[in-house]
C-alpha cells in the first residue's frame, strides 16, 4: 500500500507554490482563499513540517516546498499525460495556447485554418498575454514568447524557436500616396508613431537608416503595437512594425513597406512546453506545424 498524502491537498499546494499566492491558486482552482489555506494545511499537518511562511500579508513557499512542489507538478504531468492517453482516441481535444497579444492577433490566429484543416479533432484555445516577456502561467501546453532557444532559462519547459523577427519601417498606401518615402529622408514632417511594448524601435531605425539626428524627434505613442498598427493604417503617422506579423496587412494592401531593405532584427519569438506533458505527441506536432508556417511550409 503506497503511503499518500492527500491528493486534492496535493493539487493546491502545487498550485499556490507555482503562482506564488493563494489568491492567484484560489482563482485558478476557482476556490476561496480560505479553502486553499485549509487545504495546505491540511497537508502540512500530514507531513509534519511548513510549506509556506508568512512573509507580510503573502504567504511564501519556503525553499523545500518548492522542490517539493516542482516534483509534485512534474508527476501531475505524467498522469495527465497516462490520462490522455488512454481515453478514446476519437475525442475532441483541446490545445491550451498562451502568446502575446499581437503575435496572436496578426500571426497566429490567421494562420489557425490551416491547422484546424488537418487537425479536425483538436480545438486550439488561444489566451493572450499583455507582454512578450510576461512570466509563465500553468493552465497552458504551449506558451509563445520572445527569447532565445536557452534552456537553462526555462528549466522545467523544452524551448524551440518558432519565429524570427525583424523591424522595418511601415505605412499606409494612403499616406503614401499622398506624401511618398523613397528615401529615408523623406520621413521629415511625417509623424512619428511608436509603442511602450516595443521601445526603442525608431531608435534603432534611425541609426540603421543613418538618420541618427532624428532620434530626439516627438513621437505619439500608444500601449500596445496592435494599437500603433491601427493608426499606421488609418493614415495618422508612420511607425516600424514586426515584418512576419505584418506579412498579411501587407499581401492584403492595408499596409506597405516603403524602405524595405532597411531592417533592424530583433529577438525572436520561442515555443515553450512543459516538460513530460505531452499527450500523443499533440503538442510536439503544433509545435511542429508552428516551425513548418515560418518556414512557409505548406
Known amino acids: 500500500m503506497r503511503r499518500l498524502p492527500p491528493l486534492n491537498a496535493l493539487r493546491i499546494f502545487e498550485v499556490a ?53 516542482a516534483e509534485v507538478g512534474l508527476s501531475f504531468d505524467r498522469l495527465a499525460v497516462a490520462a490522455e492517453a488512454c481515453g478514446r482516441p476519437d475525442a475532441r481535444r483541446i490545445l491550451r495556447v498562451s502568446a502575446p ?13 490551416r491547422y484546424h484543416a488537418g487537425h479536425p479533432h483538436v480545438e486550439v484555445a488561444v489566451t493572450t498575454v499583455s507582454t512578450v516577456l510576461e512570466d509563465l502561467r500553468g493552465g497552458v501546453d504551449v506558451a509563445i514568447r520572445r527569447g532565445v532557444a536557452r534552456e537553462h532559462v526555462w528549466p522545467q519547459h523544452r524551448v524551440v524557436p518558432v519565429l524570427e523577427d525583424v523591424d522595418t519601417l511601415i505605412m499606409s498606401p494612403a499616406l ?23 521601445a526603442g524601435d525608431w ?37 516600424i512594425g514586426p515584418l512576419p506579423m505584418l506579412e498579411i496587412d501587407v499581401a492584403s494592401g492595408r499596409l506597405m513597406t516603403p524602405l524595405p531593405e532597411i531592417r533592424v532584427p530583433r529577438t525572436g519569438y520561442i515555443a515553450l512546453v512543459p516538460r513530460h506533458a505531452d499527450a500523443g505527441n499533440l503538442v510536439a506536432g503544433f509545435v511542429d506545424w508552428l516551425v513548418g508556417e515560418t518556414r512557409g511550409a505548406p
Open 17 to 69: 507554490a507555482r503562482t506564488g499566492s493563494y489568491a492567484e491558486a484560489g482563482a485558478e482552482l476557482g476556490l476561496t482563499h480560505g479553502a486553499v489555506s485549509r487545504q495546505i494545511a491540511a497537508l502540512e499537518s500530514w507531513l509534519g513540517q511548513r510549506l509556506f511562511m508568512k512573509d507580510g500579508r503573502r504567504m511564501v513557499a519556503t525553499p523545500m516546498a518548492r522542490i517539493f512542489a
Open 101 to 113: 497579444t499581437s503575435f496572436a492577433m496578426r500571426w497566429l490566429i490567421p494562420r489557425l485554418n
Open 176 to 198: 503614401f500616396a499622398q506624401r511618398p518615402i523613397l528615401k529615408p529622408a523623406d520621413i521629415e514632417g511625417h509623424t512619428l508613431l511608436a509603442s511602450e511594448t516595443r
Open 203 to 239: 531608435a534603432d531605425w534611425l541609426d540603421a537608416a543613418g538618420l541618427q539626428h532624428l532620434a530626439g524627434r516627438p513621437r505619439q505613442i500608444f500601449d500596445h503595437f496592435f494599437v500603433t498598427r491601427q493608426a499606421v493604417e488609418d493614415g495618422l503617422g508612420i511607425g
